[in-house]
């Protein structure tokens, strides 16, 4: 791998979820590519500098919403920066990193995984925005936007939907004495989102909500392997 000019390369990888929300992995991976050579943009260090907030002893669950302009802030401006970015595993389940390697791929700042030292070919979700904008339907963004909810914030929020909806069909079986199913909680959600659209049709929020019970139901009622494929 040549490096690039400046020799200034920034982390990338997933937090949310992770215990100490993952600073380990990013302390780990700024001193080895320090060994190699590089200097080292890490949003680990940011953090710490900039809100003065120990993430280690964190559980990697707990809601930092207040910080998000923050973060956005000092890691736009950190890309503008480097000659590289290296991403960690976990990358592909993980909005915002997806987010840091589009604004890396717009600025043509090459992408590589940590681990392997590979590049990572991010441009060409960006072949139609080099042209002009992106000739996306209403309904390809409303399901974008549902499949961003499905893997990002929510299920980071609430975890894995088979096992939050098995909680949940767990309480409302006891309550109406039957026998309520993961996925069955999937349905009725959407059934109760589908009520609301008949009062209000025109409320994108209960369609594209429809659309993350869909997908969450259907992994829910797949076998493990499947579901996890």
């Given at each position: 791998m040549t490096k690039t000019p400046t020799d200034t390369c920034y982390i990338a990888g997933p937090m949310t979820g992770y215990p100490g929300f993952n600073?380990?992995?990013?302390?780990?991976?700024?001193?080895?590519?320090?060994?190699?050579?590089?200097?080292?943009?890490s949003p680990a260090d940011l953090d710490r500098v900039n809100l003065g907030?120990?993430?280690?002893?964190?559980?990697?669950?707990?809601?930092?919403?207040?910080?998000?302009?923050a973060f956005a802030r000092q890691d736009i401006d950190a890309l503008l920066k480097v000659g590289?970015?290296?991403?960690?595993?976990?990358?592909?389940?993980?909005?915002?990193?997806?987010?840091?390697m589009d604004i890396a791929a717009m600025l043509g700042v090459p992408i590589y995984s940590f681990t392997t030292g590979k590049p990572i070919n991010h441009t060409k979700h960006f072949s139609a925005w080099q042209q002009g904008p992106p000739n996306?339907?209403?309904?390809?963004d409303m399901l974008d936007e549902a499949a961003d909810l499905v893997d990002g914030d929510r299920n980071n929020q609430y975890g894995d939907p088979r096992?939050?909806?098995?909680?949940t069909a767990t309480m409302w079986s006891a309550?109406?004495?039957?026998?309520?199913?993961?996925?069955?909680?999937?349905?009725?959600?959407?059934?109760?989102?589908?009520?609301?659209?008949?009062?209000?049709?025109?409320?994108r929020d209960s369609w594209v909500d429809i659309a993350g019970y869909a997908a969450c139901g259907w992994h829910c009622a797949m076998p493990d392997e499947t579901a996890t494929a």
């Open positions: 600073y380990q992995a990013f302390d780990d991976a700024r001193d080895a590519l320090i060994i190699d050579g590089w200097d080292v943009i907030i120990n993430f280690s002893v964190m559980t990697g669950t707990e809601d930092l919403s207040q910080h998000r302009t590289a970015v290296f991403v960690l595993d976990g990358w592909e389940k993980s909005t915002g990193v997806r987010n840091e996306v339907s209403p309904r390809r096992q939050d909806f098995q909680r309550y109406l004495d039957a026998d309520v199913r993961p996925h069955d909680v999937a349905a009725l959600m959407a059934i109760l989102k589908v009520s609301r659209i008949r009062w209000s049709p025109a409320k």
